[in-house]
C-alpha cells in the first residue's frame, strides 16, 4: 500500500512520502487555481448519491417498502426528526437542505476510507512509475478548506438572507447595534452601540469559521494519520519478517479506520445540526 | 545554518504544546460531560437513547478545537512554513 515509502525509511523517506501525498492536483483557469482533484470527487459523489436516493424515491410504493426505500425513508426521517427538535416553523427549504448536507458531508468524508495510495497505484499500473511520481491526487474533499469554507460560507449566506427576511432589512441593522445589551434613554444607547457591534461581528463570523475548521481539522488529521501509519510501518515489510510486518500494519491501519467511520457520520450529523440550529436562531426576533 | 535549526527546534516544542494542551483541555472536558450523562442516565433510563444522542453531538463539538489544532499542528509539522519563508 505505501510503495514509495520503503525506498527510503526513516526522515527522507518519510517526508516526502507525507508532501507528495499531502499536494492538490492544482489547475490554473483563466488566472485562479482550482483543485481540481476536490472538485471532481464533491461532484462526483455528490451526483451519485443524489441520483441514487432520487432513483428509489420515484419507485417508493406505499405498501411493503423493499429494503433500499426502507432505507432511503430511515434517513429522511432521522434528518426530518432532527430538524423537527430544533427549527419550529415552515420545514419545506430547511429539511431538504439538511438532508442535502448530512449526505453529501456523510459521502465526502467516507472518501478517507478508501486507501490513499489508490491513484497513485492507478496511475502507476497503467502508466509507469515515473508518471506516478509527478502525478498528485487527493481522494477527501472535505480535507480541502476551501470545500469546507465553500460550505459554511453558503449557510453563512443562508444565515443573513434568513436575518433579514425576519427583521427587515433596517431591522437587521439596528439589531447589530442593539443586542445583546439593551438600554432605554438614548446615551446608554449609544455607548452600548460599540461593545454590542462588536460582540454581533464576533458572533457572526465564529460560525462559518467554526464550521468550516471543525470539519476540516478532523478529516486532514484523519488523512494525515492514515499517511504516518503507512509510512511508519512501511519499515517492517522488508526484511525477514517482512509479510507479518505487513499484517501489523494492516491491523493498526484497521483499527484507525474503524474509529474513523464514527468520526465521518459525527461530523456529517454535527455540520448538518448546527445549520438548522443557526438558520433557527436568526429566525429569532428581540 | 543555524536560524534553520533554531526554527525547526521552535516548531518542534509548539507543536508539541498545541496538542498536549488541546488533548488536556478536550478529555476533561468529554469526562465532566461523560459523567454528568451517566448520573442524568441512571436517575431516568428511559431517556438514555434521547440524551446519548445529544452527547454524540457534544462530544464532537468539544472535540473541535482541540482537532483543528492538531491539524495545525500538523501542517506545521510536515509543510513548515516558517522554514520555506527562510528558505526561499
Known sequence: MSSEATTGTGGGGLTEYIQHHLQHNVQQVAGLSFNIDSLIIGFAVGMGILLWFWSIARKATSGVPSKTQAFVELAIEFVDGQVKDSFQGDRRFIAPLALTIFLWVFVMNAMDLLPLDFPGWVVQTIWGAEAAHHFYFRLV????????????????????????????????????????????SVPTKLVLALPNFFLNIVEYLAKPVSLAMRLFGNMYAGELVFMLIAGLMAGMLTGVGGFIGGLFGVAVHAAWAIFHILIIGLQAFIFMVLTVVYISMAHEKH | MEFIAQVQANTALAIGIIIGLGAFGACIGIGIMGSKFLESAARQPELMPKLQGSMFLLAGLIDAAFLIGVAIAMYFGVANPLISALKG
Open chain 1, 141 to 184: 474533499p472535505t480535507a480541502d478548506i476551501n470545500t469546507t469554507f465553500a460550505m459554511s460560507l453558503t449557510v453563512f449566506c443562508l444565515i443573513i438572507f434568513y436575518s433579514i427576511k425576519v427583521k427587515g432589512g433596517f431591522g437587521f441593522i439596528a439589531e447589530l447595534f442593539t443586542a445583546p445589551f439593551h438600554a432605554h
